[in-house]
């Protein structure tokens, strides 16, 4: 070897050399210096955090429940069976829906089964119309009001899901004929002052009843300056005088009684055997029906 190759051979220096020259390391120095090894096992743990290391914006907000007793708007009003949803937000938008009088514009609006809606100026429900025809016995209060006692919702309470009520009245000791229902409709013709709808009652009274004031009835009466008025008026065929057949389209029984307290007769058993119709065929006293479509089709149609 010559000194130009041997000084050369010394001058080039080992890999090993070379590292502590240039202050190369290797894989574990250069981890030991500038940061800590990843491997498995070591690799840092992300610190997890509590309610006190978060910001307000952090928390999770509270779920909020809906109320089973409301329902969206537009829902109601499609419900009802006036137009789609996707046109019920339509028709809300433009001011055409009100909610216990007042106009609702805003999407989303939830509101209760019991509010009053309004679709362009008519009340709607969501609900299917129901009609049931009760034959009441006696007992039983004629209202929707708790704390009565026993009421005639007690004997329709298993009839429908639907929020049906009594149109008219009949006192706790009348029988016969009450028809229930959530059609507004229906119910504003049978209470309308002016037409109202035919019932007819079978009378018993305490004794029998003067032709006379059979014809005084049939005439008209005045009572307390009031005039006091019947459709029909008539004895029952093959009864006694006391049995009496009256018909009135006024929807309580209190008229009833107002005639015959005003002449000196007391009124042993009132029973309303007939609805613009309806009767109590197949009906037992206690127990009630649901109306067919042709029935209430009639009902409808009258004037």
Known sequence: MTRHQGSSGKGKSSGRGESKGTNKVSGRGRDNAKSKSFARGNAPMKKRQGPADRTQSEMKAPVKKSNPDE???NKYIANSGMCSRRDADMHIATGSVTVNGKIITEMGYKVKLDDEVKFDGARISPEKKAYVLLNKPKGFATTTSEGKGRTVMDLVANATTARIKPIGRLGRNSLGLILFTNDDVLIKKFTNSKNGVPRLFQVELDK???????KQIQAGLKVEGKAVNVEEISYIDGESKNQIGLKIKNTGNTLIRTIFDHLKYEIVKLDCVAIAGLTKKDIPRGHWKHL?????NTLKMLP
């Open 208 to 214: 029998n009843l003067k032709l006379e004031d059979l």
């Open 292 to 296: 067919t479509e042709q029935e209430v």
């Open 71 to 73: 329902i969206r708007l």
